[in-house]
């Protein structure tokens, strides 16, 4: 199984930019998909999840009305659309897939990670 996380870059702030991880391996339809972020000296955390065909989405509230989530089943991929970007998004972002979302702590309930895909925001 693996999940590869792509889209990353470099950006100005107020840009834009499109995160996609693709699944293999496995088909994860009934899986919560998710997006996590670390920056530098920073711990890893939480971003956006969709929890199987969207029947309920989550985000940070720091990215919430800049970012959003969305997946394509028949893709086994999952998005992060992610508009006026400001340098404190910048981070390697990183993507899960769990069997099981806890609001409170969602980085327990994945059971798989993709590696970081770099977003840089430049001022």
């Known amino acids: 199984v693996q999940l590869q996380a792509s889209g990353g870059g470099l950006v100005q702030a107020g840009g834009s930019l499109r995160l996609s991880c693709a699944a293999s391996?496995?088909?994860?339809?009934?899986?919560?998909r998710a997006w996590f972020r670390q920056a530098p000296g920073k711990e890893r955390g939480f971003v956006a999840a969709?929890?199987?065909?969207?029947?309920?989405?989550h985000y940070a509230d720091d990215v919430k009305g800049r970012f959003t989530i969305s997946r394509d089943n028949a893709k086994n991929t999952v998005y992060l659309q992610m508009n006026s970007l400001k340098p404190e998004d910048t981070a390697v972002y990183y993507c899960?897939?769990?069997?099981?979302?806890?609001?409170?702590?969602?980085?327990?309930?994945?059971?798989?990670w993709g590696k970081g895909t770099q977003v840089t925001v430049s001022s």
């Open positions: 899960g897939a769990g069997s099981t979302f806890f609001t409170t702590s969602p980085q327990l309930g994945m059971n798989y």
């Open positions: 391996g496995r088909t994860f339809i009934d899986y919560a």
């Open positions: 969709i929890i199987r065909s969207g029947e309920s989405i």
